[in-house]
């Protein structure tokens, strides 16, 4: 019975020191109900430290807001983005065919999180993205940028037999409509 008593105190004891942790997350300005409801439906509850690396992201100088961040560089873009063309510069661009919709990765919506792209991409001879590079604030960004840019197609530009164009450079915002407060 003795070792019984031993069990239930044991368990009690972790259950308080559980509850203590929990409320002692530091939310680093989001919202606690939102991360508190949020966690309940993750297969990998947010932690402390991940609400700290992107409590920077909210209300990003990108999306008009005052938060600078770092993007990340991948391998590769220095060299391709110096000889890159941007959108709008003096190379003729091919026209995509479909409608060009990089979609928010959710958590970060919900959380308020905001993010800032560059990609450089190439359009083969066929109209389908190839070599696809994104520097972005956030790898969920990344992510979401290259998945919408593979999905595009794309006919030749005005005056040109192909849509082959090399290392397209095109920024791209995920910016939430209403300025977030956490």
Not at 33 to 47: G, Q, S
């Amino acid at each position: 019975m003795a070792q019984l008593r031993k069990i239930f105190a044991f368990t009690a004891a972790s259950a308080a020191l559980a509850g203590t942790a929990a409320a002692q997350m530091d939310y680093h300005g989001f919202d606690p109900e939102t991360v508190d409801a949020l966690n309940e439906r993750i297969l990998e509850p947010l932690k402390s430290e991940q609400l700290e690396i992107l409590a920077p992201h909210r209300g990003i100088e990108a999306c008009g807001g005052t938060s600078s961040v770092d993007m990340l560089v991948p391998d590769g873009w220095d060299v391709r983005a110096a000889a890159a063309n941007p959108v709008g510069g003096d190379v003729a661009m091919p026209y995509p065919t479909t409608a060009f919709a990089p979609e928010f990765p959710p958590l970060y919506s919900t959380l308020g999180v905001e993010g800032a792209c560059e990609t450089i991409f190439s359009v083969n001879a066929d109209g389908k993205t190839e070599d696809i590079l994104a520097k972005c604030t956030l790898p969920k960004f990344a992510l979401a940028a290259t998945n919408a840019l593979e999905a595009l197609e794309f006919e030749p530009a005005d005056g040109k037999d192909t849509a082959e164009t090399p290392d397209i450079l095109l920024p791209m915002n995920f910016c939430l409509d209403e300025p977030s407060d956490g």
